[in-house]
Protein backbone atom coordinates (compact mmCIF):
# COMPACT_ATOMS: atom_id res chain seq x y z
CA UNK A 1 0.00 0.00 0.00
CA UNK A 2 2.62 2.28 0.66
CA UNK A 3 4.03 1.87 -3.01
CA UNK A 4 0.03 2.69 -4.31
CA UNK A 5 0.05 5.49 -1.82
CA UNK A 6 3.16 7.01 -2.78
CA UNK A 7 2.79 7.16 -6.37
CA UNK A 8 -1.03 8.05 -5.44
CA UNK A 9 0.74 10.99 -3.63
CA UNK A 10 3.35 12.10 -6.86
CA UNK A 11 0.40 11.97 -8.81
CA UNK A 12 -1.46 14.04 -7.18
CA UNK A 13 2.05 16.80 -6.30
CA UNK A 14 2.77 16.31 -10.01
CA UNK A 15 -0.79 17.30 -10.94
CA UNK A 16 -0.76 20.49 -8.38
CA UNK A 17 2.42 21.18 -9.23
CA UNK A 18 1.48 21.15 -13.18
CA UNK A 19 -1.64 22.90 -12.31
CA UNK A 20 0.16 25.48 -10.38
CA UNK A 21 2.80 26.55 -13.14
CA UNK A 22 0.38 26.44 -15.53
CA UNK A 23 -1.88 28.71 -13.77
CA UNK A 24 1.26 30.87 -13.57
CA UNK A 25 2.09 30.60 -17.08
CA UNK A 26 -1.47 31.30 -17.82
CA UNK A 27 -1.56 34.19 -15.95
CA UNK A 28 1.97 36.01 -17.23
CA UNK A 29 0.36 34.85 -21.03
CA UNK A 30 -2.57 36.95 -20.30
CA UNK A 31 -1.10 39.87 -18.59
CA UNK A 32 1.36 40.14 -21.68
CA UNK A 33 -1.86 39.56 -23.85
CA UNK A 34 -3.45 42.83 -21.41
CA UNK A 35 -0.86 44.85 -21.67
CA UNK A 36 -0.72 44.47 -25.44
CA UNK A 37 -4.15 45.32 -25.87
CA UNK A 38 -3.75 48.46 -23.49
CA UNK A 39 -0.84 49.52 -25.54
CA UNK A 40 -3.04 48.82 -28.58
CA UNK A 41 -5.83 50.92 -27.41
CA UNK A 42 -3.13 53.93 -26.65
CA UNK A 43 -1.44 53.69 -29.88
CA UNK A 44 -5.34 53.35 -31.83
CA UNK A 45 -6.30 56.74 -29.79
CA UNK A 46 -3.10 58.64 -30.44
CA UNK A 47 -3.90 57.71 -34.36
CA UNK A 48 -7.36 59.10 -34.00
CA UNK A 49 -6.02 62.04 -32.03
CA UNK A 50 -3.61 62.65 -34.88
CA UNK A 51 -5.64 62.28 -37.29
CA UNK A 52 -8.74 64.34 -35.49
CA UNK A 53 -5.98 67.27 -35.22
CA UNK A 54 -4.60 66.92 -38.64
CA UNK A 55 -7.99 67.44 -40.00
CA UNK A 56 -8.91 70.68 -37.39
CA UNK A 57 -5.97 71.95 -38.27
CA UNK A 58 -7.09 71.23 -41.87
CA UNK A 59 -10.49 73.32 -41.42
CA UNK A 60 -8.73 76.07 -39.91
CA UNK A 61 -6.34 76.31 -42.77
CA UNK A 62 -9.24 76.20 -45.22
CA UNK A 63 -11.13 78.57 -42.74
CA UNK A 64 -8.54 81.44 -42.40
CA UNK A 65 -8.01 81.16 -46.54
CA UNK A 66 -11.06 81.59 -46.96
CA UNK A 67 -11.65 84.65 -44.52
CA UNK A 68 -8.80 85.93 -46.62
CA UNK A 69 -10.48 86.01 -49.32
CA UNK A 70 -13.73 87.14 -48.06
CA UNK A 71 -11.31 90.17 -46.56
CA UNK A 72 -9.68 90.96 -50.07
CA UNK A 73 -13.39 90.62 -51.55
CA UNK A 74 -14.46 93.73 -48.99
CA UNK A 75 -11.19 95.73 -49.71
CA UNK A 76 -11.56 95.45 -53.31
CA UNK A 77 -15.64 96.76 -52.86
CA UNK A 78 -14.62 99.46 -50.54
CA UNK A 79 -11.48 100.72 -53.14
CA UNK A 80 -14.27 100.65 -55.66
CA UNK A 81 -16.52 102.50 -53.86
CA UNK A 82 -14.21 104.80 -52.67
CA UNK A 83 -12.94 105.07 -56.73
CA UNK A 84 -16.53 105.81 -57.47
CA UNK A 85 -17.02 108.90 -54.73
CA UNK A 86 -14.00 109.82 -56.03
CA UNK A 87 -15.04 109.80 -59.66
CA UNK A 88 -18.33 111.53 -58.76
CA UNK A 89 -17.44 114.49 -56.60
CA UNK A 90 -14.85 115.05 -60.07
CA UNK A 91 -17.75 114.77 -62.32
CA UNK A 92 -19.50 117.08 -60.14
CA UNK A 93 -16.24 119.76 -59.63
CA UNK A 94 -15.83 119.96 -63.03
CA UNK A 95 -19.50 120.28 -63.89
CA UNK A 96 -19.38 123.53 -62.14
CA UNK A 97 -16.42 124.49 -62.99
CA UNK A 98 -18.17 124.99 -66.36
CA UNK A 99 -21.43 126.73 -65.46
CA UNK A 100 -19.30 129.26 -63.14
CA UNK A 101 -16.73 131.81 -63.95
CA UNK A 102 -13.93 131.21 -61.14
CA UNK A 103 -10.73 132.03 -62.83
CA UNK A 104 -11.58 135.19 -65.80
CA UNK A 105 -9.08 135.97 -67.86
CA UNK A 106 -8.38 139.42 -69.51
CA UNK A 107 -8.02 138.55 -73.50
CA UNK A 108 -6.44 142.03 -73.53
CA UNK A 109 -4.35 142.53 -70.47
CA UNK A 110 -3.37 138.42 -70.42
CA UNK A 111 -4.27 138.95 -67.22
CA UNK A 112 -6.57 136.58 -64.36
CA UNK A 113 -8.41 137.00 -61.71
CA UNK A 114 -9.52 134.86 -59.45
CA UNK A 115 -13.21 134.91 -57.85
CA UNK A 116 -13.62 133.88 -54.54
CA UNK A 117 -16.95 133.90 -54.38
CA UNK A 118 -17.86 131.05 -57.19
CA UNK A 119 -15.08 128.80 -55.41
CA UNK A 120 -16.04 129.68 -51.55
CA UNK A 121 -19.86 128.30 -52.18
CA UNK A 122 -19.55 126.01 -55.13
CA UNK A 123 -16.86 124.45 -55.54
CA UNK A 124 -14.80 124.18 -52.22
CA UNK A 125 -18.01 122.29 -50.19
CA UNK A 126 -17.55 119.67 -53.18
CA UNK A 127 -13.83 119.36 -52.60
CA UNK A 128 -14.36 118.82 -48.98
CA UNK A 129 -17.01 116.88 -49.18
CA UNK A 130 -14.97 113.89 -49.90
CA UNK A 131 -11.67 115.50 -49.35
CA UNK A 132 -10.42 112.24 -47.52
CA UNK A 133 -10.25 110.88 -51.31
CA UNK A 134 -8.87 113.57 -52.91
CA UNK A 135 -5.24 112.82 -54.78
CA UNK A 136 -2.61 114.46 -52.46
CA UNK A 137 -1.50 117.22 -54.52
CA UNK A 138 -5.02 118.26 -54.97
CA UNK A 139 -5.77 118.41 -51.54
CA UNK A 140 -2.53 120.14 -50.96
CA UNK A 141 -3.82 123.16 -53.59
CA UNK A 142 -7.05 123.16 -51.85
CA UNK A 143 -5.39 123.92 -48.52
CA UNK A 144 -3.09 126.21 -49.75
CA UNK A 145 -5.72 128.13 -51.42
CA UNK A 146 -7.35 127.76 -47.80
CA UNK A 147 -4.31 129.61 -46.34
CA UNK A 148 -4.33 132.14 -48.80
CA UNK A 149 -8.31 133.56 -48.04
CA UNK A 150 -7.02 132.81 -44.07
CA UNK A 151 -4.30 135.49 -44.61
CA UNK A 152 -6.50 137.72 -46.09
CA UNK A 153 -8.81 137.55 -43.42
CA UNK A 154 -6.21 138.71 -41.09
CA UNK A 155 -4.25 141.15 -43.23
CA UNK A 156 -7.32 142.73 -45.40
CA UNK A 157 -7.60 142.11 -48.83
CA UNK A 158 -4.43 140.45 -50.84
CA UNK A 159 -2.30 141.65 -53.54
CA UNK A 160 -1.47 140.50 -56.95
CA UNK A 161 0.85 138.06 -56.32
CA UNK A 162 -2.18 136.30 -54.29
CA UNK A 163 -4.43 136.55 -57.00
CA UNK A 164 -1.58 134.70 -59.51
CA UNK A 165 -1.12 131.84 -56.53
CA UNK A 166 -4.96 131.47 -56.62
CA UNK A 167 -5.59 131.16 -60.04
CA UNK A 168 -2.52 128.59 -60.63
CA UNK A 169 -3.80 126.45 -57.38
CA UNK A 170 -6.90 126.35 -58.78
CA UNK A 171 -5.91 125.40 -62.68
CA UNK A 172 -3.77 122.74 -60.80
CA UNK A 173 -6.51 121.32 -59.49
CA UNK A 174 -8.69 121.16 -62.37
CA UNK A 175 -5.60 119.93 -64.46
CA UNK A 176 -5.31 116.98 -61.75
CA UNK A 177 -8.83 116.36 -61.79
CA UNK A 178 -8.65 115.78 -65.74
CA UNK A 179 -5.79 113.97 -65.84
CA UNK A 180 -7.05 111.75 -62.94
CA UNK A 181 -10.02 110.75 -64.91
CA UNK A 182 -8.35 110.90 -68.35
CA UNK A 183 -5.97 107.83 -66.51
CA UNK A 184 -9.17 106.29 -65.05
CA UNK A 185 -10.36 106.11 -68.96
CA UNK A 186 -7.45 104.61 -69.92
CA UNK A 187 -6.96 102.18 -67.26
CA UNK A 188 -10.49 101.10 -67.54
CA UNK A 189 -10.17 101.57 -71.43
CA UNK A 190 -13.38 103.76 -71.55
Known sequence: ???????????????????????????????RQKEFEIEKQKTQHKKQLEIQEAQYKHQLDIQEKQNQRQLEILKDQFKREQIA???????????????????????????????????????????????????????????????TFLKWKVLGEGDDFDNEELCKRYLA????????LNDYRKTFQL
Open 1 to 31: MNDAFIALISVAVGTVSTGVVSYFLQSSQFN
Open 85 to 147: KKLEAYNEILKVNNDVQVIEWNPQTGESTFHSEPYNHLIRPLLYKNFHLLEEEIAKAVQEIDN
Open 173 to 180: IITSIEME
